[in-house]
């Protein structure tokens, strides 16, 4: 893809800045997308507008949220010949995605993130997962393969548990460094998450869940009662139906929801 004449500024490294070049992989973003007539279409970091100015072309409208000023101006100016684009100027995670949209609304969330704020992001869009249909997102490839991991792989641990209890997330395709500017070191991938409607998050408490979750695998080694020592005692997990002496490794998410409700019960 020929980089459109408007940016001049060379990317940024504090920024995460490693701008898609391959016109294959926006394609198939594009794809995963696949916006249909009334969608409210956000998209995070849109950097010189590999996924922006496609999606415009398809869709017509789209909201982008930009932190790095130098690139608003030429955005903006290259966007005229696509669509209609909404600049937001500021850092995504002092974004309130509830209030773009708006009541009852739901926006779908898009973007190569920044991998240095990956998890913040993912955190931060967490708590607005009532306000979002889906997101598809472009993340290390580690990273994605953590959040989709299951009970018994070395790689399964808070992200995937605290990710997979409000979303069901699906990794799409792998995208190798070549396919940036300046190339990543790290593989990278693309996947799809979407916030599981609120009648199936079993989830009671969020900050009982978000602290059970942190401790178990704050000292992975160690069994559930030596882990959670601060929140219960071992007569509690078994309440719970979980064996105090298994590992955090171990457990379905549902047995950490089971869990977290059940200490809410006795007042942690
Ligand atoms: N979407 C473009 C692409 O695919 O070529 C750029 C992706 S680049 C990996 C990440 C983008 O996120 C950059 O444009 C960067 O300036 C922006 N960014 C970095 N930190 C941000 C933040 N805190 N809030 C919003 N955007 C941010």
């Not at 070049?21 to 198939?28: M, Q």
């Not at 996924?51 to 982008?64: G, S």
Request: some cysteine; overall charge neutral; charged content about 25%.
């Amino acid at each position: 893809m020929t980089r459109p004449s408007h940016f001049s500024e060379p990317p940024k490294k504090s920024l995460g800045q490693h701008f898609l070049c391959d016109r294959g992989i926006i394609d198939r973003i594009v794809l995963a997308v696949n916006p249909k007539p009334g969608d409210r279409l956000v998209e995070i970091g849109p950097g010189q507008g590999a996924i922006t100015f496609p999606l415009l072309d398809r869709h017509h409208e789209l909201t982008v949220i930009e932190f790095d000023r130098d690139l608003i101006f030429p955005l903006t100016e290259a966007a005229r010949a696509h669509g209609t684009l909404e600049v937001i100027h500021r850092d995504v995670l002092k974004v309130d995605f509830s209030a773009i949209a708006g009541g009852e609304g739901q926006i779908r969330l898009v973007g190569n993130l920044p991998y240095n704020l990956s998890s913040p992001i993912l955190f931060h869009a967490l708590e607005h997962a009532a306000a979002i249909r889906d997101m598809v997102f472009m993340l290390q490839k580690e990273v994605v393969d953590r959040m989709a991991a299951g009970p018994g792989s070395k790689i399964y641990g808070r992200l995937s548990v605290m990710l997979q209890a409000y979303c069901r997330v699906t990794p799409l395709f792998d995208v190798p460094p070549g396919a940036f500017r300046p190339p990543p070191k790290v593989d990278s991938a693309v996947v799809r998450m979407v916030p599981l409607p609120a009648d199936a998050i079993g989830v009671r408490d969020r900050a009982t869940f978000a602290r059970v979750v942190r401790d178990a695998f704050g000292q992975r080694r160690k069994t559930l009662r030596n882990a959670l020592s601060q929140v219960c005692d071992g007569a509690a997990i078994e309440a719970a139906g979980v064996r105090p002496d298994a590992r955090a490794e171990q457990l379905e998410v549902a047995d950490f929801v089971r869990l977290a409700n059940s200490l809410e019960i006795t007042g942690l």
